[in-house]
């Protein structure tokens, strides 16, 4: 089992910045993949950003050119930077991790519990 623990989440103000962080234990052997997804209430669950062991990475169209993802690979962690952030960024987001043989644009088999993020306007 991998486990999977974000951090960083909290109350920011329309245009500005927050920064998720994730720390990965357990069998981290088998992950490829580490990604970010988010739900907002009465919305789908949707892929924020993916990155590969290898740094290939994936984002949703509404966050690219505004959010990006890094991972150390050594430390076993994976990091959002958010900038601009808009209101309807606001949503609970997911810290998640795929294992080797899994699709890598879509890393869902170990989830993280969530953090919030709010964005006022």
């Known amino acids: 089992q991998v486990q999977l623990v974000e951090s960083g989440g909290g109350l920011v103000q329309a245009g500005g910045s927050l920064r998720l962080s994730c720390a990965a234990s357990g069998s981290i052997f088998s992950i490829n993949a580490m990604g970010w997804y988010r739900q907002a209430p009465g919305k789908q669950r949707e892929l924020v950003a993916a990155?590969?062991?290898?740094?290939?990475?994936n984002y949703a169209d509404s966050v690219k050119g505004r959010f990006t993802i890094s991972r150390d690979n050594a430390k076993n962690t994976v990091n959002l930077q958010m900038n601009s952030l808009k209101p309807v960024d606001t949503a609970v987001y997911y810290c998640?991790?795929?294992?080797?043989?899994?699709?890598?644009?879509?890393?869902?088999?170990?989830w993280g519990p969530g953090t919030q993020v709010t964005v006022s306007s």
């Open positions: 998640t991790a795929g294992e080797y043989g899994s699709n890598w644009y879509f890393p869902r088999d170990y």
């Open positions: 990155i590969t062991s290898g740094g290939i990475t």
